[in-house]
């Protein structure tokens, strides 16, 4: 066994000052607690992510673009998947506050009640992200900032594209929309955003709108519906490419040829929902980026450094036709 090394009295007094000098250097550069969140300052960030679940085609190649984008920038992430359900939301937001996760990020499944466990994670001074979904609290300070697309101008561009469609149309137009899960923001505002767009064609006339939750299943279940209840209908207007993919099996069962007999407007551009469009069982999509994860990281690295960030970081996004999807296709990585 060696020999325990001892200090002079002098020797001491200077390893002390120099480790007080370290620590407060340390500090000054921000890295520390600045940002909020972490315990020890071990110059790693962890993040805890709670994601809605695994309804779509999007939501997977999100999941993936997030994990992925963790990695690549060297943060370390806790996942977890809510199965579409707001109260395992709220108990995986507790457990990152409990385990003092430096950054929490999360894609909120419905827009309201968030306003309790997001003051608890600002009391514990854990720096929130809100990516893809935002919530309605009136409290801005709750977080950070909200990363995602703008889902009002994507049902407005669907529906310009449809009053554009349908200039020529002398009698009424049925609609029937598929909406996604109650309480999203995206189901609230594609909505909001297509109706307004509409409203410029008094022809246009929605007659029946449910929602299908996001999901293939939903959409045909939904679908079955509609056709059952309606005779006539002329366009149907999916909140996301899954439900349209369902309702294609609903139309063709019904015997009914979709893109032709009715015209169908989706929104995210996934592979699917590109392919269907290419093929013509589409006719238009309102693209939907689920690509967020760089900016997710690099956004996470900014606040818990305690540097300022913009409150809203608008994703980019385009509309395709049958004959853009087949452009873009070969290329298209999700
Ligand atoms: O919040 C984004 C939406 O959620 C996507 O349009 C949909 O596919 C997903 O489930």
């Not at 199965?83 to 419905?110: L, T």
């Not at 929902?273 to 990281?297: R, T, V, W, Y």
Request: proline share 4%.
């Amino acid at each position: 066994m060696g020999k325990m090394r001892t200090q002079s009295a002098p020797w001491r007094a200077a390893a002390v000052l120099a480790s007080v000098l370290l620590v407060g250097g340390v500090a000054a550069c921000g890295n520390s607690d600045t940002g909020g969140g972490g315990t020890k300052d071990d110059g790693k960030i962890t993040m805890g992510f709670s994601q809605v679940g695994a309804e779509s085609g999007w939501r997977t190649a999100n999941t993936t673009s997030i994990k992925e984008a963790a990695a690549e920038a060297g943060i370390e992430l806790k996942f977890d998947d809510a199965q579409q359900k707001q109260e395992n939301q709220i108990k995986a937001i507790r457990n990152y506050i409990q385990q003092k996760v430096d950054v929490i990020a999360f894609s909120p499944v419905v827009e309201s009640g968030w306003d309790t466990v997001l003051k608890e994670a600002k009391d514990a001074d854990i720096p929130v992200i809100l990516t893809d979904r935002s919530v309605d609290s009136a409290d801005k300070s709750l977080y950070k900032t909200f990363l995602g697309s703008d889902f009002v101008k994507e049902g407005k561009l669907a529906g310009e594209w449809l009053v554009e469609q349908k200039k020529t149309a002398s009698g009424p137009v049925n609609i029937v929309e598929l909406q996604g899960n109650t309480g999203a923001a995206p189901a609230n505002d594609r909505k909001k955003g297509f109706g307004e767009a509409i409203a410029a064609n008094p022809n246009l006339k929605i007659i029946a709108s449910q929602p299908g939750d996001f999901t293939r299943a939903g959409g045909k279940q939904v679908m079955e519906q509609f056709l059952k209840a309606n005779p006539k209908i002329d366009v149907l207007f999916a909140h996301n490419d899954d439900m349209g993919l369902g309702a294609l099996e609903a139309i063709t069962a019904a015997g009914k040829v979709p893109g032709k007999d009715i015209t169908i407007i989706t929104v995210d551009a996934v592979k699917d929902g590109m392919q269907a469009l290419a093929d013509g069982k589409f006719n238009f999509i309102a693209e939907c980026s689920p690509l967020l994860g760089p900016q997710l990281m690099d956004l996470a690295k900014k606040v818990h450094a305690g540097e300022e960030v913009p409150p809203r970081i608008e994703t980019e996004e385009t509309t395709f036709t049958t004959e853009q999807a087949k452009e873009a296709l070969p290329n298209r990585k999700y």
